[in-house]
């Protein structure tokens, strides 16, 4: 039991690449009733910075958790090696078994193909995003490339639109559409 000015002990320390990511995950663990007391989501202001944070967390005597996206694989492994034993069984160092989970491409990705393209247009109307959308739409570059690429572009394309809608789409997704990589690394530390 704590002091009412005493904060709890932490539990576990997720890491993610960046404050949209953890807009996102926290977003989503209040509306899963997932409780996050105890357990710091800190974002790491991208994963060359995963090994600090790794050895920061044991050295604080805290288990780990963590997304990362499907790009930094090489990173994530190799940050494994170094940490751990390059003598360990390759198994070993699969980053699930460190609960660090994939996003296919990133978190953006992921929520955007949870809430569907369409529900994306229906929040960036709803914030008053969406001309601006068919803005950049019209750009050049953006003429030819996937909707679900342009929605990723756009989101993160002005100064704190991405953790904006980080939070938002978090906020929107179906649960029953829940990405995986967050259901799986809120399976571990709630």
């Not at 002091?3 to 576990?12: E, K, L, M, N, Y």
């Not at 750009?139 to 939070?167: E, M, N, V, W």
């Not at 799986?184 to 530390?189: E, F, M, P």
Request: net charge neutral.
């Amino acid at each position: 039991m704590t002091d009412a000015g005493t904060a709890p002990a932490q539990r576990w320390r997720v890491l993610v690449e960046g404050a949209s990511d953890a807009a996102a995950v926290t977003t989503l663990a209040a509306r899963l009733g997932r409780d996050l007391t105890g357990i710091a989501v800190v974002p790491m202001q991208g994963i060359t910075n995963l090994r600090t944070h790794l050895r920061a967390a044991a050295a604080d005597g805290l288990p780990a958790a963590g997304l990362y996206d499907a790009a930094e694989e090489r990173v994530v492994r190799r940050t494994l090696v170094d940490l751990h034993s390059a003598a360990l069984d390759p198994a070993a160092l699969d980053p699930a078994a460190h609960h660090l989970f994939r996003c296919e491409r990133d978190l953006e990705d992921e929520l955007i193909r949870a809430c569907t393209t369409d529900g994306v247009l229906d929040l960036l109307a709803e914030r008053h995003d969406l001309d601006r959308f068919r803005a950049f739409q019209r750009q050049p570059f953006q003429r030819t490339r996937p909707l679900d690429a342009q929605l990723r572009r756009f989101i993160g394309t002005a100064s704190g639109r991405k953790i904006a809608y980080g939070s938002l789409l978090a906020a929107v997704v179906p649960l029953e559409r829940t990405p995986t990589p967050i259901r799986r690394l809120l399976d571990v530390v709630t």
